[in-house]
Every structure is written in structure tokens, then in C-alpha cells.
């Protein structure tokens, strides 16, 4: 039994991928067509490899230093940049194909870049709020609560997954 299977080509992939794009969810109020304001985030660039299966993702972020010591700036930039990495990088379907997505950020000095402040809460009384606006221009802060966890490896997992959180602010606004 032969599979009659079409070839994805990128024409019929790009299709697809605004197809379900353009859904619209439950209680959704934005203008239907959202994704042409994706193809203007400058601070992210995507890459289709059809025969791999493979969907590559850079997106750009600029570090600020603020007061920290180099290496608390090189730690969090690290730990966000991982953080982001593995929770976006998933299996995705489009047009019937899976493929692997891998999501990359990078800090870049660049206005085309998410501007983010990265600070540290001492006091382990405190959990300090991170938070992104999603409006270029208006740095997003992600904040490693140092303090409140008592160790450094619980410290560090939820750095990660917070800067991966407050990121995914600035995908859903574009």
C-alpha cells in the first residue's frame, strides 16, 4: 500500500502555518489577521528547513547590566538565555508535518533587540516580581530571587523558567 503524501514546499508551509494562526480562540478581541504584525518583530528571525524538519528561531535580546558584578550579568544572561532555549524549543505541527523547533536567544546590543534589566533580590523575605510590558522600548525585568529560595540550584530553575515566562509576553504581543 503506497502513502499518496503531497511535498510540503515553504508556500504551502507559510499557508499553513498563518491557517492556524488566524483561528481564533475562545473570547479572542484582537483583528483576525495578528500574524502580519509577526513578520515586523525585528527581534526574532526564523529559519525553515523542510527536509530536515527543522524550524530554527533567533531571537534577540539585550542584556543591561545595571549594578551587577560581571559575573552576576554573565550568570543571568546565561540562565535566561538557557531558560528561554529550553521552554520554547518544542514539536510543533504544521500542515500535517511535525517539526522540531529550536528556539536560540542570543544577547544582542541592537534596538532591534528586547530590551531586558536583570537585577538580583537578596532579602529571603522578599520574591521579587519580574515582569515585561511587551512594549519595545520598555525594558522588561527579570529578577533572580537569590535570597528567597535558599539555594542555588532552586534559585537558578526558577530564574529560568520566569525569564522564559516574562518572554513569552513579547511573542504573544506580536
Keep these: 500500500m503506497t502513502e499518496n503524501k503531497e511535498t510540503l514546499t515553504l508556500e504551502k508551509f507559510h499557508e499553513a502555518l498563518h491557517k492556524d494562526i488566524d483561528k481564533r480562540a475562545k473570547d479572542f478581541r484582537e483583528n483576525k489577521n495578528q500574524h ?6 525585528k527581534w526574532a528571525n526564523a529559519t525553515v528547513y523542510l527536509n530536515d524538519k ?8 539585550n542584556f543591561k547590566k545595571n549594578r551587577l558584578s560581571k559575573v552576576d550579568y554573565e550568570k543571568l544572561q546565561y540562565l535566561a538565555r538557557i531558560g ?15 517539526f522540531r523547533a529550536r528556539v536560540k536567544a542570543m544577547h544582542k546590543h541592537s534596538s ?11 532579602d529571603e523575605k522578599k520574591y521579587g516580581r519580574s515582569m515585561n510590558p511587551a512594549i519595545l522600548g520598555i525594558d522588561a525585568s527579570f529578577i533572580y530571587n537569590k535570597g528567597r529560595f ?3 540550584e532552586r534559585a537558578d530553575a526558577d530564574f529560568m523558567l ?3 515566562h516574562e518572554f513569552g509576553h513579547s511573542v504573544l504581543m506580536y
Design 112 to 122: 532591534n533587540s528586547i530590551p531586558v534589566d536583570l537585577y538580583i533580590e537578596t
Design 162 to 164: 520566569v525569564a522564559a
Design 54 to 61: 527543522v524550524i530554527d528561531v533567533h531571537v534577540k535580546l
Design 84 to 98: 528561554i532555549d529550553k521552554y520554547w524549543s518544542r514539536y510543533i505541527q504544521v500542515a500535517g508535518t511535525t
Design 36 to 41: 502580519i504584525k509577526a513578520h515586523k518583530a
Design 150 to 152: 535558599g539555594n542555588k
